[in-house]
């Protein structure tokens, strides 16, 4: 047998998995409850609601009196929540017409409130909080890469994963076709592939040092993109000619890890800054245009070293160029460069001494894979390859067992039984008995645990999570990965039930080497951050806008959240902070002196800066624009939902949206004024705005300003100023960006709520229910001694029921 199981082994695996799917969806299907409405909650609506929400031509599409008929509570839980929500708050019904008393108003919400939860209860019961949740396609990866011991990136060989509640851990949105399962088989074959050409192979990983003439074009009266070499030293002058500064030299000859030391300096330094320049990888071809990002570092007169590593494709090298978009360039016919065109041109440059490569691993040794896959078999190696060796046993099936055991105990991520894994021994031997070559034996057996559903579904049976359940929580939710033998042992042990070991194991985890992703993690989809590259500012309106401060950009906000964690800061801070993380080019971006040097570094801020919380970081700014205008609505719905906690529901069906804005905000302000004019549009729009037009004054690459654009054939002076001012909804007025997080920032729990629920909403993979929102108020509560500490919030949230319950 190859080393590839057959088709008829695939659709076997296939029925299993969806098999297992199937079930899944029937029971929660069987959880549809028709609890009785209390009669009391259908006399309320139909006295102070049913005259503006009834029949087909209700206001706002919203038809109490069918609600009231629909039998299938469970379904419009939803709509029950968002009706208490309103009632509580007292938008509705509205004042003008209406005799409500706060006690009926009271007394309405207590009853619908305990129905509600009387709901939510009896489904829990019966299907728990989280419902088949699976792995994500960077927790696959993450998992893949520690059983294995391999480091190839696979979820971006992956299809790209629907959010739901804002995350892909939310396992709503975790749909299973027959095509996603196919695609899970092909990245454990790849895999699988990688960890046993590693574990049987005998070469030794390479390094080579690049001079400059190595790195400069072979042939110097060819007119092409490689540097040229000057005085010693392989330079680039800065140019907007496209793969410009590539170096073949550093061409892949395998996929793999490389870590590349650069020495250069600059030449022809512009005044006050040095040389910008990019690191990118890729063909460096036109028929194979794009180029990943790898680096940034500013040359100056000085000779210094700069090292990046990068994953390469087989046949990608590097560019190394000036990039900063402010520095002169130079001009070159044809879209090549010929020897000595740019010097004469006087043109800013990089002059590179050399280049050390070493292809290199992240993590184990290829030794290291040998053990963890195949423990003390002897391997017979073959001169053809790493597919033509064997694996020696005089008891096949004992040394099988032991390791489908092992592996199974790590793969399913608890104990598992000689009894449960006999399945997949006894479809490992069958391979044995007819093909005799063992090693092929011990990969399908590693690949039928990988294609288990307790493999790639979180096993989950009861409410209340176990001490292994628990320990894979948490190192998920912190690590993107599975548990470590510490938390393992203590699951054993019975101890993870123990609050103050739990309260241990999170002060552990946050100070491991696998914590530095969990933040950058869980902000790629809370801030939306890993969309940061799906909009290119306009060059035409955003001329100063470069790729190496976008990427200086999302560096600080990672940066910023870091230092929050890890000095326990209040979450205020998302808001409103007197300090950032700043390099020489994105401070120069912010228009903020005094900064030196391409490293981030710690920049205390004063007012005049109009920096200071997440609210006002360039990332942040970037992802909420559409890279040439700005929107007050979308920005003020971003804002409201990521960082507020404050849920926009979707517009009424009918109503038009406001396109963003390009005559000025006196315009745009008009038109919302008259959109608020609807009251199905204002109670909304009492939350959107504020924010929404505070961050007018951020264009849509995140640089301040204080008009819109000029419209074109009219003077500066015509471009409408950006007038901030607005109140919240809770009445308090502000005329710019300072008073607004001032009031923002004088309810510290609202913010800390918001930041709890996103936590726990990624890391059980459930978003917060009605019956979830007193846990939250305990979680804030504990969280006031440390002046709602972002790092005290994430510990509350992992000791909270929520987190401990399915």
Request: aromatic share 8%.
């Amino acid at each position: 047998m190859s080393l590839f199981c057959p088709n008829s082994i695939l659709r076997s695996l296939l029925i299993c998995v969806s098999g297992s799917v199937l079930l899944l969806s029937a029971s929660i299907l069987n959880a549809e409850t028709t609890r009785k409405r209390p009669d009391e909650i259908n006399k309320f609506l139909t006295e102070h609601c049913a005259g503006c929400h009834e029949g087909e031509y209700s206001e706002a599409n919203f038809d109490i009196t069918a609600l009231q008929a629909d039998t299938s509570d469970s379904k419009n839980l939803e709509r029950w929540v968002r009706i208490y929500d309103r009632v509580e708050q007292g938008e509705m019904p509205p004042e003008e017409g209406s005799d409500l008393s706060d006690s009926e108003r009271e007394a309405f919400g207590e009853k619908l409130s305990g129905w509600i939860r009387q709901l939510e209860k009896h489904e829990r019961e019966l299907t728990g909080r989280v419902q088949g949740r699976r792995l994500t396609n960077l927790q696959l990866e993450r998992t893949l890469h520690d059983l294995l011991g391999i480091d190839i990136p696979l979820a971006e060989r992956m299809p790209e994963e629907p959010k739901s509640s804002g995350f892909t851990t939310v396992s709503d949105g975790q749909a299973m076709s027959h095509f996603q399962l196919q695609q899970h088989l092909d990245i454990v074959d790849l895999a699988l592939d990688d960890a046993f050409q590693r574990a049987l192979s005998q070469k030794d990983l390479e390094t080579k040092k690049l001079d400059a003439k190595a790195i400069s074009r072979t042939n110097p009266r060819r007119r092409t993109r490689e540097p040229e070499l000057i005085d010693g030293m392989a330079v680039t002058w800065s140019g907007t000619v496209s793969f410009y500064g590539r170096v073949p030299a550093t061409t892949a000859r395998e996929d793999g890890w490389y870590r590349f030391t650069v020495r250069a300096k600059a030449l022809n330094i512009p005044k006050q800054k040095g040389v910008w320049c990019s690191v990118r990888s890729g063909k460096c071809v036109s028929s194979s245009s794009l180029l990943s990002w790898v680096g940034a570092f500013e040359a100056t007169e000085k000779l210094d070293e700069w090292t990046f590593q990068c994953w390469l494709e087989k046949g990608e090298m590097l560019e190394i160029r000036p990039a900063d978009v402010e520095l002169k360039k130079a001009r070159f016919a044809g879209g090549q460069i010929g020897t000595g065109e740019g010097g004469p041109q006087n043109v800013p440059g990089v002059a590179i001494e050399n280049i050390v490569v070493d292809r290199i691993h992240l993590g184990p040794t290829d030794q290291e894979i040998r053990k963890q896959l195949l423990g003390d078999l002897e391997i017979s190696h073959s001169p053809k390859g790493w597919k033509f060796s064997k694996v020696n046993s005089d008891q096949p099936r004992r040394d099988l067992k032991e390791l489908i055991l092992e592996f199974a105990n790590r793969a399913f991520r608890r104990p598992v039984t000689e009894d449960e894994i006999e399945p997949y021994l006894d479809f490992a031997m069958a391979s044995y008995n007819e093909s005799k070559n063992l090693l092929d034996s011990i990969r399908l057996g590693y690949r039928s645990l990988l294609c288990s559903p307790r493999f790639l579904y979180f096993t989950e049976p009861s409410n209340q999570l176990d001490d292994y359940e628990l320990a894979t929580r948490m190192s998920y939710f912190l690590w993107n990965s599975p548990p470590d033998e510490e938390l393992l042992d203590l699951a054993s042990r019975g101890k993870l039930q123990n609050e103050d070991v739990l309260r241990d194991q999170v002060q552990r985890m946050l100070a491991d080497s696998k914590a530095l992703n969990f933040l950058p993690d869980f902000a790629a989809e809370w801030l939306d951050l890993s969309e940061i590259d799906f909009t290119t500012p306009d060059r035409r309106l955003h001329p100063d806008f470069d790729l190496i401060v976008q990427e200086s950009m999302l560096e600080e906000t990672h940066t910023f959240l870091q230092y929050l964690l890890d000095n326990n800061l209040s979450v205020t801070n998302i808001i409103r902070s007197d300090h950032t993380f700043l390099n020489e080019r994105l401070a120069r971006y912010y228009e903020i002196d005094g900064i030196e040097g391409d490293e981030l570094q710690y920049v205390s801020l004063n007012p005049q800066s109009n920096r200071g919380g997440l609210l006002t970081q360039g990332a942040i700014l970037k992802v909420t624009a559409n890279g040439t205008t700005t929107s007050p609505v979308l920005r003020g719905v971003w804002v409201s939902e990521r960082l507020l906690g404050v849920e926009i529901p979707p517009p009424p069906s009918g109503i038009p949206g406001i396109e963003p804005d390009i005559r000025g905000a006196t315009t745009i302000r008009e038109m919302l004024d008259k959109h608020k004019s609807d009251p199905s549009c204002a109670s909304c729009h009492k939350a959107i705005d504020p924010p929404g037009f505070v961050l007018e004054h951020f264009d849509a690459s995140g640089a301040w300003r204080d008009r819109y654009p000029q419209q074109r054939g009219k003077s500066s002076k015509s471009a409408a100023v950006i007038d901030p001012s607005n109140s919240l909804a809770s009445g308090e007025s502000f005329d710019n960006l300072a008073e607004f997080q001032e009031l923002v920032c004088q309810n510290p729990e609202g913010l800390a709520e918001n930041l709890a629920s996103k936590l726990l909403t990624y890391g059980t993979g459930a978003p917060i229910s009605f019956s979830d929102r007193d846990e939250i108020k305990k979680i804030v509560e504990a969280a006031r001694e440390d002046q709602f500490g972002f790092r005290t919030i994430v510990e509350e949230v992992v000791v909270s029921d929520i987190f401990q319950s399915k």
